[in-house]
């Protein structure tokens, strides 16, 4: 992966782990910034560890989104 400020190397037996997780973080960020747009959730809701109700609601949102 590169930057303009720099290069970091994903050993191989890292790549499927590190590609899983930043494909998650990627769609959990997509949800927030809808939900945040939507006035669902607060940014205090969404920028911390997401509470049983919104882990439900993005579990949802990801099975009707695929």
Same mark, same amino acid.
């Given at each position: 992966? %590169?930057? *303009?400020? %720099?290069?970091? &190397?994903? *050993?191989?037996?890292?790549?499927? #782990?590190?590609? #899983? $997780? =930043?494909?998650?973080?990627?769609?959990? /960020?997509? &949800? %927030?910034?809808?939900?945040? $747009?939507?006035?669902?959730?607060? *940014? %205090?809701?969404? /920028?911390?560890? !997401? $509470?049983?109700?919104?882990?439900?609601?993005?579990?949802? !949102?990801? =099975? $009707?989104?695929?």
């Amino acid at each position: 992966v %590169g930057t *303009p400020t %720099g290069v970091i &190397f994903i *050993p191989a037996h890292l790549a499927q #782990e590190v590609v #899983e $997780s =930043s494909e998650d973080v990627r769609v959990r /960020d997509t &949800f %927030g910034k809808l939900r945040l $747009s939507q006035s669902r959730y607060t *940014p %205090g809701e969404i /920028d911390r560890a !997401w $509470s049983a109700e919104i882990e439900a609601d993005f579990q949802a !949102w990801k =099975s $009707s989104n695929k």
